[in-house]
């Protein structure tokens, strides 16, 4: 049994527990929050009576064993270190930090205290996206990744009205790149690895963060060409182009449908079937790891998400989006 707190008493954090919740092995043992009557609340809607308004209290504690992290990016190097400093292990959300600096110092820190540090990028640990990975020798040579992941956000509007919500704030590490471009980037880091070089453009907000943007990352053989925004939406699915044929994936998200078309015209299926509460899967990698006594992650590795956070960093420095946690 893995005993878990949780730092977030947000929407995402109730899809966790929902998703974690169908392993044998996952207990919701504690829930932090900044606000007591917050935290009480939350934790009542899953029968948990220990609440946390201190962290480093609940860091110390001996009620949990991790730690499922999800406040605003900004605050997840502190508080992760914080975690681990105390012997917990930590799933962090994606963004897992701000830059490469923070996410460096996340490392050192999990390897000293010999806990494990994982990026809660469920998309890459989800049996779709797996049936690609097994699945990629059928189209031949691999010439080009595309992925699109645009949304526009229902906080667009208060933005619009005037009001900057953590979405839209550099404060909190926040713009499109970091908030769903990361959907697009990391499982092309997971299967290809590190580009040779990245150009990237985007449309900066007077806020300072950017509101949609395009990369293009070129490698050896292929190149790789993707679209983010938070300001548009887009119905487009997301391809890898192989000599033989292409893999289209109908969300780069959250895979639902995956099928192979062949040069030939022919097409093959290739989905698996899914839980609904698809956290699960990050969760039961986490606790499988943990298990086994490893230290990390074949797929969101320390490695990938290092690969990852570089090419964010160095996206944001190409359109100009600069945050506090920079200098």
């Known amino acids: ?17 929902k998703g974690a919740s169908h392993h044998p092995d996952f207990q919701l043992g504690a829930v932090y929050s900044r606000a007591e009557d917050r935290a009480a609340e939350f934790a009542g809607k899953f029968g948990v009576d220990t609440i946390f308004t201190d962290m480093e209290e609940m860091a110390k504690s001996d009620v949990i064993d ?18 681990m400093e105390n012997g917990k292990h930590v799933l962090c959300e994606k963004a897992i930090a701000s830059n490469s600096r923070e996410l460096d110092e996340m490392i050192r820190t999990a390897k000293d205290q010999e806990v494990v540090l994982m990026e809660a990028l469920k998309s890459t640990l989800m049996p779709n996206f797996k049936a690609v990975q097994e699945n990629l020798g059928k189209i031949g040579t691999i010439r080009r990744y595309f992925a699109s992941y645009c949304q526009y956000s229902s906080r667009y509007d208060k933005y619009k009205e005037g009001t900057v919500l953590n979405a839209f704030n550099p404060e909190f590490s926040a713009g499109s790149l970091m908030d769903i471009g990361i959907y697009c980037i990391y499982p092309l880091v997971v299967l290809f690895g590190e580009p040779k070089s990245i150009q990237a453009t985007g449309y900066l907000l007077e806020s300072g963060v950017d509101g949609e943007g395009s990369l293009i990352l070129k490698y050896d053989e292929m190149d790789a060409v993707i679209m983010f925004s938070k300001i548009t939406d887009s119905s487009l699915p997301s391809e890898i182009h192989g000599e033989n044929g292409n893999i289209r994936i109908d969300k780069i998200s959250t895979p639902e449908k995956v099928e192979i078309i062949y040069r030939d015209g022919k097409n093959e299926d290739i989905s698996r079937e899914q839980l609904e509460d698809n956290m ?23 490695e990938n998400s290092r690969i990852t956070m570089k090419i964010l960093d160095e996206a944001r420095s190409q359109m100009g989006v ?3 946690s920079d200098r």
């Open 1 to 17: 049994m893995v005993r878990f707190g949780v730092v977030g008493t947000n929407w995402i954090t109730e899809s966790f527990i």
């Open 66 to 83: 991790a730690v499922y992290i999800a406040s605003p990016n900004s605050l997840h190097a502190s508080q992760a270190i914080t975690f």
């Open 280 to 302: 699960f899967y990050e969760a039961e990698e986490f606790i499988s790891v943990i298990q086994q006594g490893k230290l990390e992650s074949t797929n969101n590795s320390l």
């Open 322 to 324: 600069r945050f506090p």
